[in-house]
């Protein structure tokens, strides 16, 4: 078979086991099916604790896992795993001074202190030390048993074990305290006595954080440190980094779209140098092209991929067979993760089956009745109904205005900071033109035409229109849409103001401020930038913006008037500013664009709105609405 990505599907041993390719599936909660049905060398099936009452970072009474009532249930875990023919591992963690513990009881750590929820953290003594390790060796002994191929200790992002590593935390000074040799003494035992349980056959993977990203937190030369005497008892390390609980941390250990790909590679080629086990990394590792060069050039000997196998469960087996192009990617939103969401909408902006795999079918069945299904606007959401009424075995006939697809996200794609987006957009253009779908581009829908393509279906999907806010001036030469801002660049001036702060506007301004070096001010009537956006979205956005020294941010603000020298504004304090601006930039929002989208009613009784013409919306409310009208026809 020649193989366009060897390297990446070369087999390798861990210990006593093989594995047939570099790809680790790496736990996103407890659900791995698909992932491990896309082929993966190994799928991380879900996590485990390791002490009851104590260790777990989602509830006080989440069960150990193989207790009688429990354990048929975590071997079910395996056979899952193995359906694709990977080896399952199992992540084992304790949650240490983060613990969900029973009302009155107290956590455990290195150092204790009263949380902000009223739990009391206690330092840990000889005698707690001991169940810990007792709680680390009963449950790898437990997983032996079972029996999983190998298991995944998660000694990384502010857990139990990073907790007595770090000195973010760990305050003390005794012999675990102090020195890096005083802090790794604690986890290095819990490695010894686990290996020592286990024996020396049985694989063993260990993630460790290779940056914190906090101020006081553990130096990558004590990491280092821990590293290479950990390799003793451990067989691959995963090189991962931030913390979880930590949110101005947790940006990086789940990267946002201002980080760079592969965040983590720095570190991990330094620590291949300097050890003699197999090296892993994780962090936004996107596509099969950039896994195949970490390992062609020895950075590396596996790569561990989790969102993307959220966006594409299939990403291992599509790369396998050549086919990349077909690979959905992950736009870096953490739509996915609860931790953003404030567990609300969660879900997937590219993948309507993520965290809805009770009611999403893996494959859709053909249709029993074939439709002529019309689709009126190709962004985010009429391309999704297109392809899944196409899949569905429907006739779909697609109309687009303009002479692209993409609707909005063909502008935002051009972005510096939305190369994953603008990823999906050719993913999206790949998979339109494969299809049977008859896309009629530079042709606006009208009432008549519809009528003269007797659809048995209309889906109206014709999105929204920047919002043009009365300000006296906005007509003025030097006042532009964000539209035009993205598309032409070289028509702003040296100094901008951006009128509207939302994630739009923040993002052209940040991109103009630090890669263009010009003057911007936003100017926000809220009391926040992008409010629009997800919790960690908008801390990646402030880290980012730090670095732009020529931004300028005014909240709580209005815009008074614009003039060709600039623009008077009203800050918070009621004081009227004359800021002068070459270029304004009118970034106030979007609204649906009602008025024509009802206009396609009355023609077929199945006639649906979706997308921003209903309610301006995420990509991933876009992408679900699109799929559930198409896959419902």
């Not at 020396?200 to 937190?217: D, H, K, L, Q, V």
């Not at 739009?504 to 001010?521: C, Q």
Request: aromatic share 8%.
């Amino acid at each position: 078979m020649n193989l366009k990505y060897p390297h990446l599907f070369s087999p390798i041993k861990i210990n006593s086991i093989m594995v047939s390719n570099r790809i680790i599936a790496n736990p996103m909660g407890q659900v791995f099916e698909d992932k491990a049905l896309g082929r993966p060398g190994v799928v991380v099936a879900g996590s485990v604790i390791t002490q009851p009452g104590k260790a777990s970072w989602e509830s006080a009474g989440q069960p150990y896992a193989f207790d009688k009532y429990e354990v048929e249930k975590t071997r079910r875990r395996i056979l899952l795993a193995h359906r694709g023919g990977a080896k399952a591992s199992l992540e084992i963690a304790h949650a240490g001074q983060y613990a969900r513990v029973a009302p009155g009881d107290f956590a455990m750590g290195p150092s204790g202190y009263w949380r902000e929820d009223g739990v009391e953290v206690r330092e840990m003594d000889e005698a707690m030390m001991d169940e810990v390790v007792s709680g680390y060796v009963r449950t790898v002994q437990d997983a032996q048993a079972v029996g999983f191929d190998m298991i995944f200790l998660h000694f990384g992002h502010g857990w139990l074990v990073p907790e007595f590593l770090s000195p973010l935390f760990n305050k003390r000074t005794d012999t675990y305290g102090g020195t890096i040799e005083n802090r790794m003494r604690f986890p290095l035992r819990i490695l010894k006595e686990i290996r020592k349980a286990a024996g020396p056959y049985f694989p063993i993977e260990m993630r460790i954080s290779a940056n914190e990203y906090m101020p006081g937190g553990i130096s990558f030369e004590d990491v280092l440190t821990f590293v290479k005497a950990a390799q003793e008892y451990i067989d691959v390390v995963q090189v991962s980094c931030g913390l979880d609980i930590e949110h101005e941390a947790n940006v990086y250990t789940a990267s946002t779209n201002f980080t760079e790909h592969m965040l983590n590679v720095k570190y991990a080629k330094v620590i291949k140098e300097n050890v003699d086990i197999l090296v892993s990394v994780v962090g936004s590792i996107m596509n099969p092209d950039e896994a195949e060069k970490l390992l062609a050039d020895g950075i590396v000997d596996m790569v561990a991929l989790a969102r993307p196998l959220v966006a594409d469960p299939d990403w291992p087996v599509k790369a396998l067979e050549g086919r990349v192009e077909d690979i959905v990617p992950c736009l870096r939103c953490l739509q996915c993760y609860h931790i953003a969401t404030n567990r609300r909408n969660v879900g997937c902006s590219v993948n309507p089956r993520y965290a809805n795999e009770d009611w999403v079918p893996r494959k859709l069945p053909k249709a029993e009745t074939r439709k002529r299904v019309v689709i009126i606007g190709a962004g985010p959401a009429g391309c999704k109904a297109a392809l899944t009424a196409c899949e569905r075995g429907h006739e779909v006939i697609l109309l687009e205005k303009r002479d692209h697809i993409g609707g909005a996200i063909h502008y935002v794609a051009m972005e510096h900071f939305k190369v994953d987006i603008k990823a999906y957009l050719e993913y999206l253009k790949v998979q339109i033109g494969k299809s049977a779908i008859d896309l009629r581009l530079n042709t606006e829908a009208s009432p008549k035409l519809i009528r003269s393509l007797a659809p048995d279906v209309v889906i109206v999907a014709v999105g929204a229109l920047p919002v043009k806010p009365p300000i006296p001036g906005i007509d003025s030469k030097n006042v532009m849409s964000f539209y035009e801002a993205i598309e032409h660049e070289e028509r702003i001036g040296r100094n901008v103001v951006i009128i509207g702060g939302g994630t739009i506007g923040a993002e052209i301004g940040l991109e103009l401020s630090l890669l263009k070096e010009k003057n911007v001010t936003i100017i926000e009537m809220l009391n926040e930038l992008a409010v629009q956006g997800n919790m960690l979205y908008k801390i990646g956005l402030r880290h980012k913006m730090g670095e732009a020294e020529s931004l300028h941010v005014m909240l709580e603000a209005g815009c008074r008037k614009i003039t060709e020298e600039g623009v008077y504004v009203r800050d918070k304090k009621g004081v009227e500013i004359f800021l002068p601006a070459d270029t304004v930039i009118i970034a106030a929002g979007v609204r649906a664009d009602r008025a024509l989208a009802e206009s396609f009613y009355g023609i077929v009784p199945q006639t649906y709105m979706i997308g921003d013409c209903e309610k301006p919306r995420k990509i991933q409310e876009a992408t679900m609405e699109g799929y559930t009208i198409a896959a419902a026809i």
